[in-house]
């Protein structure tokens, strides 16, 4: 079984066409137009892959062109496409030695590759071991074409003639008699072949027929034979013809049949004579020699005639000395290219390892370099913080300031009133109090008693007066310093509605005092079922103030770009929404630009002229309210105004 599958080997070895001459016309056509190199390359790999197997000489002299045309574009992976070609024409020829040198050399050029190296490497492997295997080493032949399966695997490369490999270890393990071996790589071949986009290919066929053959379903191996032979004939491939003839003749060998027998070993014979198949020259014609042999007649001189000179063509003891010889040779020389590679691997390892010694010693010396500038460097940012950190405290004492100065002329104007009041009353009590003098110097008969208790009355209701009035100068002057100074962080009970209105008034007069033209209406809608609420009095008053100063500025701009019959109106409102109460500062200025409009709580941001603000009002009153555990925010229209909202939780939640 092993001699008759030698020659079954060789034709799966090679390249099959599996078009008609019009097909070759095309791809010549292809040649002569194409603009790219690689356009070139392909064309003439398909010609020289189309004529292995039909016309050797003319696969070999495409497959020449491609090396030729390769080697003078510089182009390594045409060059290796080409020797692989060369490879399979030679074989076809019977030429085994040259075939298993240029099998190598294809290997070793693979390796030089940048593109499409693992597969070129797995092809290469592939084509070592169909050589091996048609030269009568299986063992050899399974080892390379496990090598490339597993290459093709790395590669990640899909190709459609992925399936080739596991036919070509099918039939390998046919020539070990490993029959179950053989059968399960013809399944992976038929999945893998059944997925191919392109399916004009009779090699499935002539293996399954041959496994099924040796293992002893003839029929189904006939079958595939048969089918084998219609398709060879469809795609006009003379060789597969006659390889695919050799291999039913033998089958109907095996099952006594003589007379299909003897047809299909002549058709062998015949095609192989006319196109120089030697290998199926050659076993055809021991075929029918064996078969003659028993007869005595003249045929078996001639078929033994026929059969020792394609037997010497082939496989003469010269030339598979010749092929031992080669295949030594370039086994070594793969040795000892593996060796070198290793050896340089360990030298560079060494150096490597030096390298990064070297390499440690700079970087150790450059990190303690650097750790010294670091520590120096962090002696500076830690001056440089300290200086932000006084710098920031005096920002924002200055914006606390600049706050108080707005103040200063709203409370001016607010204390001026109780202590006109106090004078006021203070005079007329000091008229009162001389003419209730002048009374009681009267005589006792003409003293008017009910008028001296009508004095009495009104010195003592002034007197309240006074002091009331002097109460409220004392809040004024209190609240001012309350203003002014850091405050202790304590939350306490505290009038939102009382808060809200006196500095909205303070703020009124503050701009009024800068600016006498200035008028604005101001709206107050406080909600009376609020009550008191846990703030700091002291900060939630600098955010309310900040926020009804920039509502009186807001429309204080506006007049400048509208002129008169505009009305200036500044909000403010309280409201007690579940769980929490809600200020509104409303105005109907200029509006803020939505493309500032995410800016406005940033520190130092502001949209006042420079000198007019220190852009931390916002900024500010944006840390005050989140401390308190409430939330600020804005609604804003350009051209119609503002309304800044404050949230606070009241005091069962604070």
């Given at each position: 079984?092993?001699?008759?599958?030698?020659?079954?080997?060789?034709?799966f070895?090679?390249?099959?066409?599996?078009?008609?001459q019009?097909y070759?016309?095309?791809?010549?056509?292809v040649?002569?137009?194409?603009?790219?190199?690689?356009t070139k390359?392909?064309?003439?790999?398909?010609?020289?892959?189309?004529?292995?197997?039909?016309?050797?000489?003319?696969?070999?002299?495409?497959?020449?062109?491609?090396?030729?045309f390769?080697?003078?574009?510089?182009?390594?992976?045409?060059?290796?496409?080409?020797?692989?070609?060369?490879?399979?024409?030679?074989?076809?020829?019977?030429d085994?030695?040259?075939?298993?040198?240029?099998g190598?050399?294809c290997l070793?050029l693979s390796?030089?590759?940048?593109?499409?190296?693992?597969?070129?490497l797995?092809?290469?492997?592939r084509?070592?071991?169909?050589?091996?295997?048609?030269?009568?080493?299986?063992?050899?032949?399974?080892?390379y074409l496990?090598?490339?399966?597993?290459?093709?695997?790395?590669?990640?490369?899909y190709?459609?003639?992925?399936?080739?490999?596991?036919?070509?270890?099918?039939?390998?393990?046919?020539?070990?008699?490993?029959?179950?071996s053989?059968?399960?790589?013809?399944?992976k071949?038929?999945?893998?072949?059944?997925?191919?986009?392109?399916?004009?290919?009779?090699r499935?066929?002539?293996v399954?027929?041959?496994?099924?053959?040796?293992?002893?379903?003839?029929?189904?191996g006939?079958?595939?034979?048969?089918?084998?032979?219609?398709?060879?004939r469809k795609?006009?491939?003379l060789f597969?013809?006659?390889?695919i003839?050799?291999?039913?003749?033998?089958?109907?060998f095996?099952?006594?049949?003589?007379?299909?027998c003897?047809?299909?070993f002549y058709?062998?014979?015949?095609?192989?004579?006319?196109?120089h198949?030697?290998?199926?020259?050659?076993?055809?014609?021991?075929?029918?020699?064996?078969?003659y042999?028993?007869?005595?007649?003249?045929?078996?001189?001639?078929?033994?005639?026929?059969?020792?000179?394609?037997?010497?063509k082939v496989f003469?003891?010269e030339?598979?000395?010749q092929?031992?010889?080669?295949s030594?040779?370039?086994?070594?020389?793969?040795?000892?290219l593996?060796?070198?590679?290793?050896?340089?691997?360990?030298?560079?390892r060494m150096?490597?390892?030096?390298g990064?010694?070297?390499?440690?010693l700079?970087?150790?010396?450059v990190?303690?370099r650097?750790?010294?500038?670091?520590?120096?460097?962090?002696?500076?940012?830690e001056?440089?913080?300290?200086?932000?950190?006084?710098?920031?405290?005096q920002?924002?004492?200055?914006?606390?300031?600049?706050?108080?100065?707005e103040?200063?002329?709203?409370?001016?104007?607010?204390i001026?009133?109780?202590?006109?009041?106090?004078?006021?009353?203070s005079?007329v009590?000091t008229?009162?109090?001389?003419?209730l003098?002048?009374?009681?110097q009267?005589?006792?008969?003409?003293r008017?008693?009910?008028?001296?208790?009508?004095?009495?009355?009104?010195?003592?209701?002034?007197?309240?007066?006074?002091?009331?009035?002097?109460?409220r100068?004392?809040?004024?002057?209190?609240?001012?310093?309350?203003h002014?100074?850091?405050?202790?962080?304590?939350?306490?009970?505290?009038?939102?509605?009382a808060?809200c209105?006196?500095?909205?008034r303070?703020?009124?007069?503050?701009l009024?005092?800068?600016?006498?033209?200035?008028?604005a209406?101001?709206?107050?809608?406080?909600?009376?079922?609020?009550?008191?609420?846990?703030?700091v009095p002291?900060?939630?008053?600098?955010?309310?103030?900040?926020?009804?100063?920039?509502?009186?500025y807001?429309v204080?701009?506006?007049?400048?770009?509208?002129?008169?019959?505009?009305?200036?109106?500044?909000?403010?409102s309280?409201k007690k929404?579940?769980?929490?109460?809600?200020?509104?500062?409303?105005d109907?200025?200029?509006?803020?630009?939505?493309?500032?409009?995410d800016?406005?709580?940033?520190?130092?941001?502001t949209?006042k002229?420079?000198?007019?603000?220190?852009?931390l009002?916002?900024?500010?009153?944006?840390?005050?309210?989140?401390?308190h555990?409430?939330?600020?925010k804005?609604?804003?229209?350009?051209?119609?105004?503002?309304?800044?909202?404050?949230q606070?939780?009241?005091?069962?939640?604070s």
């Open positions: 079984m092993k001699n008759l599958l030698v020659a079954l080997l060789l034709f070895s090679i390249s099959i066409g599996s078009a008609q019009q070759a016309d095309s791809l010549k056509q040649f002569v137009s194409a603009k790219e190199d690689s390359v392909t064309a003439l790999g398909l010609l020289s892959f189309y004529y292995s197997g039909l016309y050797p000489d003319s696969g070999l002299y495409y497959a020449d062109k491609i090396i030729e390769s080697k003078q574009k510089n182009y390594k992976y045409g060059e290796a496409l080409g020797l692989l070609n060369k490879g399979l024409s030679m074989l076809s020829q019977g085994f030695t040259s075939s298993i040198q240029i190598f050399r070793n390796k030089e590759l940048s593109e499409h190296q693992l597969y070129m797995s092809e290469s492997n084509f070592i071991g169909g050589t091996y295997s048609v030269s009568g080493n299986p063992e050899k032949a399974s080892e496990y090598k490339s399966i597993e290459l093709r695997k790395q590669s990640g490369e190709h459609d003639n992925a399936y080739f490999v596991y036919f070509s270890l099918a039939f390998t393990m046919l020539m070990q008699e490993k029959n179950d053989a059968l399960f790589f013809l399944k071949g038929w999945d893998l072949f059944l997925k191919a986009d392109v399916k004009r290919d009779v499935p066929y002539i399954s027929g041959n496994v099924y053959r040796f293992s002893g379903d003839s029929q189904k006939e079958n595939y034979f048969r089918k084998g032979i219609e398709l060879s795609y006009n491939s597969l013809v006659a390889a003839s050799n291999d039913l003749a033998s089958l109907f095996d099952n006594k049949m003589r007379d299909s003897l047809y299909y058709q062998c014979l015949s095609l192989s004579q006319k196109n198949y030697k290998i199926f020259e050659m076993y055809s014609s021991r075929s029918l020699y064996y078969l042999d028993s007869l005595s007649t003249d045929s078996t001189l001639k078929y033994m005639k026929i059969y020792i000179a394609a037997r010497d003469s003891q030339k598979m000395k092929f031992q010889a080669a030594f040779e370039a086994e070594k020389k793969e040795s000892d593996a060796n070198a590679e290793a050896s340089y691997k360990s030298r560079l150096y490597i390892v030096i990064t010694a070297f390499v440690f700079i970087v150790a010396f990190l303690f650097n750790n010294r500038q670091k520590q120096k460097a962090n002696k500076v940012l001056t440089t913080l300290t200086n932000l950190k006084s710098t920031q405290t920002l924002i004492q200055s914006e606390k300031m600049a706050s108080l100065g103040l200063t002329a709203g409370i001016a104007h607010e001026q009133n109780p202590l006109n009041f106090v004078n006021n009353f005079e009590n008229e009162l109090i001389e003419e003098k002048g009374e009681r009267k005589a006792e008969g003409v008017n008693t009910e008028l001296e208790d009508e004095l009495l009355n009104d010195i003592k209701a002034n007197s309240e007066k006074i002091n009331h009035h002097g109460k100068a004392g809040d004024i002057v209190k609240g001012m310093l309350q002014s100074r850091t405050g202790s962080g304590k939350k306490e009970p505290t009038d939102i509605n808060l209105d006196e500095y909205l303070l703020s009124y007069h503050g009024r005092a800068k600016d006498k033209s200035f008028n209406t101001m709206k107050t809608d406080f909600d009376s079922s609020i009550g008191k609420i846990n703030i002291q900060d939630i008053g600098r955010v309310v103030l900040n926020l009804i100063n920039n509502a009186f807001a204080s701009e506006r007049p400048k770009a509208e002129g008169e019959g505009f009305e200036p109106t500044v909000s403010v309280t929404v579940s769980d929490k109460i809600e200020i509104k500062v409303s109907n200025g200029n509006g803020i630009p939505q493309k500032v409009l800016k406005i709580f940033q520190p130092f941001f949209t002229p420079t000198g007019q603000g220190t852009g009002g916002l900024s500010l009153s944006y840390d005050i309210i989140k401390a555990g409430g939330e600020i804005v609604e804003t229209k350009e051209g119609k105004g503002s309304t800044f909202i404050i606070l939780l009241t005091k069962e939640n």
